[in-house]
């Protein structure tokens, strides 16, 4: 079974500081993506990567940005967190073919920013 | 540019109810269609997909759902709901660009 795994569950940090949330799949999927969860307004694509080091704006990716150095890793920075960044994190992925394989995702990590 | 509707916020049905829960898209092309759950304290997961063939697909956990093309609908349904269904439901007719805002399902006894 795929397991899609991001290191930390919950994670507190304060304004301004560089945030690092990690997520590694163990399946040799092609495909990684980071959303943010917020209640009344679902999964919004924040970065995509098809590749190694390929990467792809989704709907929302102001505040952050995204390494892709190895297949199994994808990491979302925050480069200065603010508040309004206070949110659930989902990293997800899946099998090459962009739009027609189905996703495995992460159990997410609840960040505050204080 | 690319849209996805669930009808339903938060949808409250006695156990044995049925259950349709609504979904319309706005894109011309191609679409691959999926529906997730997140049941409480879990990790999203895949309910079931549809690609081509048979409008009518099934799902784990007796799920279903229906797509009709003429009108970018892909509504979710179950015949008689039980308590273990309470959970949050994404239409992601767009996956992995777009996906609908959810609809939080509680089903009480």
């Known amino acids: 079974d795929v397991k899609v795994t991001q290191s930390s569950r919950y994670l507190v940090k304060r304004t301004g500081e560089k945030v690092f949330l990690e997520c590694v799949q163990d399946?040799?999927?092609?495909?990684m993506f980071w959303y943010r969860q917020d209640p009344g307004l679902g999964l919004r694509l924040i970065y995509f990567?098809?590749?190694?080091?390929?990467?792809e704006k989704g709907d929302i990716p102001e505040g952050y940005s995204v390494s892709r150095e190895k297949k199994e890793r994808f990491s979302l920075i925050l480069e200065s967190a603010s508040t309004n960044q206070t949110s659930m994190y989902l990293c997800a992925s899946s099998l090459g073919g962009l739009s027609n394989q189905p996703q495995h995702f992460g159990d997410g990590t609840r960040l505050s920013i204080l | 540019a690319q849209s996805v509707s669930q009808h339903n916020h938060h949808v409250i049905l006695s156990e044995a109810a049925s259950l349709e829960l609504g979904c319309n898209y706005s894109?011309?092309?191609?679409?691959?269609l999926f529906w997730y759950v997140q049941y409480p304290g879990q990790h999203l997961q895949l309910l079931l997909k549809y690609f081509s063939g048979d409008p009518l697909v099934k799902g784990i956990k007796g799920f279903e759902a229906e797509f009709i093309k003429s009108k970018f609908s892909f509504n979710l349904r179950k015949p008689s709901v039980q308590w273990s269904d309470t959970a949050e439901y994404f239409c992601a007719p767009l996956s992995p660009l777009v996906f609908g805002k959810g609809t939080r399902l509680s089903v009480i006894a």
């Open positions: 399946m040799d999927h092609e495909n």
């Open positions: 894109y011309g092309g191609t679409v691959n």
């Open positions: 990567s098809y590749d190694v080091k390929m990467k």
